[in-house]
Every structure is written in structure tokens, then in C-alpha cells.
């Protein structure tokens, strides 16, 4: 039997409506039109086709979006600053820094991070909202692993009490989404590169989330016939096609719900970060 597939673009659509409306609440009565301000780093091609979507995508639904352009060989210093102008600027509600950043600022990533200020880190990549997450004080979410969480709720498949696998322990994928699922009672197994006999534990899962970059890795021997598969992973294969972590073609055989790639989860990551941008409004303005 072949699984159910969950289009992202279907989700998607369900929450920029909810967003749209929420947009035209805050300009109605409150009169405020929310902002968000995204800074990219340089020219990385990959990065400014997904900054130019983060924009096209808030000014479809009403979200003033400013995108700040800075010379690759910017110096730290002035980077910080301007993280500083936007902290202090009431135009401005929530502040993305584009990763990756070029290799002269890598290795102080985290120090940009958390300059900005926690209540605009649209991102959730703040170590404050990380912590929040980790305690079950949810803030900011980090936006790929809350669309994940997203499309399960919108989709209605439970997460309490089932066991939820995760490949992969990136800092903006795997361990948020652990935290996530576990404050939604699922049970909890974190995968990475030094798991020993890997298959043994994703045949375990009721809910295999996968998010290690590499295509096609996940195959159906893999996958406990039934289970929901998440795959984030994008990869570009030599002929330029898109694939995820997970071997679609076959895992859809033996999986019970999929998501595709290209076409799923990704397209909820954008909508997350509105959602996140409209709750960072609400949070400084205080309303409920
Ligand atoms: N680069 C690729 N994905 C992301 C993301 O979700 N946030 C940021 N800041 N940069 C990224």
C-alpha cells in the first residue's frame, strides 16, 4: 500500500491564511504593520535565492520586510552594529542573520546570534530561546522543526506516546525537534554519524524525523511499515535534481505518511518564520 503524502504547499497555504488574517487584526485595530529584517553576508547564490523568498513571501501577506545587504568582507564590528540599529528599531519586530556566514565571520557565529536581541530572534537560534525550549518554556521556535511539528498537528497525527526517531543532531534541526516533540509526549531517540546499527532503532519509529543532508540515505529496510517519515533534507544530485534524506520512491511503499522533497516540509519553514515575525509583534506589543 502506498503511503499519504503530506504536500507541504497544502499546509502552507493553511497557515499564511491564519497569518494573512492575523496581519490585518494588528493593522486594524492596533495599527501596526509587523517587520521583519533579514541581513545576508556577501553573495552566497543559495543564500540570497532563500533571502529574496523570505521577502517575497512577507510582502504577499503584509509584513514590511526590510533586507539588509552587507559586504562580504564586512568586519565584525560593523556587522554587530547593525545587528545593534535593528535591536533598536521600533519599525522592526523580528531580525534573521543568513547562515551560513562567509568563513572570515564563521567561527563567530554564535556571537552574532546572540546579539540579537531574544524577543526579535525570529530564528530561535538565540541561546535564550534555546534554553526556553529545552526547559518546556516555549518562545521563538526554530523555524524548520516548528513547521515539522506543524504539518503533524495540521495533518492530526498523534504525537503523545508515540516513539519519535531523529537522524541527525544539527542545532537548527534535530535537537530542537527533540525538544518539541518530547514537550508533546512523544518518546524520544536522538540518531547521529556514531550511532551503532542505526537501522535496528529507525525500525522503532512511529515517527522517523531525518535531517542529515545526505540523498536518498534512508531506504524502506529502514522504516517500520506504517510509520509517519519526515524528511528535511534537500540535496542537489549531480544532474541537478532536488532529493531528500529519504529514498521516496521506495520508502513511500512501506511508510504510512510521507513527506516529499521537494514540495514538503521546506515550504512550511518560510511560513514559520511569519508566524514567528506576527508572535514577535504580539510579544513586545503585549497583545494576546
Ligand atoms: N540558512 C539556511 N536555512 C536557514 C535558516 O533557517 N535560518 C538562517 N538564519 N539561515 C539559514
Not at 497569518?19 to 543559495?46: D, F, R, Y
Not at 516555549?138 to 516513539?163: F, N, R, S, V, W
Not at 546499527?197 to 540523498?215: C, F, H, N
Not at 521516496?248 to 515550504?267: C, D, N, R, S, W
Request: glycine share 8%; charged share 20%.
Amino acid at each position: 500500500m502506498s503511503a499519504r503524502i503530506l504536500e507541504g504547499k497544502i499546509f502552507a497555504a493553511q497557515i499564511k491564511e491564519s497569518i494573512k488574517s492575523e496581519v490585518e487584526n494588528l493593522m486594524e485595530i492596533h495599527g501596526i504593520t509587523p517587520g521583519l529584517a533579514v541581513i545576508i553576508v556577501g553573495e552566497n547564490p543559495a543564500s540570497k535565492v532563500y533571502v529574496a523568498n523570505k521577502h517575497k513571501a512577507c510582502e504577499e501577506i503584509g509584513i514590511y520586510s526590510e533586507v539588509v545587504q552587507m559586504p562580504e568582507m564586512v568586519t565584525q564590528e560593523e556587522l554587530l552594529t547593525q545587528i545593534k540599529l535593528l535591536n533598536e528599531n521600533p519599525a522592526i519586530d523580528g531580525i534573521l542573520l543568513q547562515l551560513p556566514l562567509p568563513e572570515h565571520l564563521k567561527h563567530d557565529e554564535a556571537k552574532f546570534l546572540k546579539a540579537i536581541d531574544p524577543d526579535k530572534d525570529v530564528d530561535g537560534f538565540h541561546p535564550v530561546n534555546v534554553g526556553k525550549l529545552a526547559i518546556g518554556q516555549e518562545h521563538l521556535l526554530p523555524c524548520t522543526p516548528y513547521g515539522c511539528i506543524k504539518m503533524l498537528e495540521l495533518a492530526q497525527i498523534d504525537i503523545a506516546g508515540k516513539h519519535a526517531v531523529i537522524v541527525g543532531r544539527s542545532n537548527i534541526v534535530g535537537k530542537p525537534m527533540a525538544n518539541l516533540l518530547l514537550a508533546r509526549n512523544s518518546t524520544v531517540t536522538i540518531c547521529h554519524s556514531r550511532t551503532v546499527d542505526l537501522p535496528s532503532i529507525t525500525r522503532q519509529a512511529d515517527i522517523l524525523v531525518v535531517a542529515i543532508g545526505k540523498p536518498n540515505f534512508v531506504t524502506k529496510e529502514m522504516v517500520k511499515p506504517g510509520a509517519v517519515v519526515i524528511d528535511v533534507g534537500i540535496n542537489r544530485l549531480a544532474d541537478k535534481k532536488l532529493v531528500g534524506d529519504v529514498d521516496f520512491e521506495q520508502v513511500k511503499e512501506v511508510a504510512g505518511a510521507i513527506t516529499p522533497v521537494p514540495g514538503g516540509v521546506g515550504l512550511l519553514t518560510i511560513a514559520m518564520l511569519l508566524s514567528n515575525t506576527v508572535k514577535a509583534v504580539k510579544l513586545r506589543h503585549n497583545i494576546q
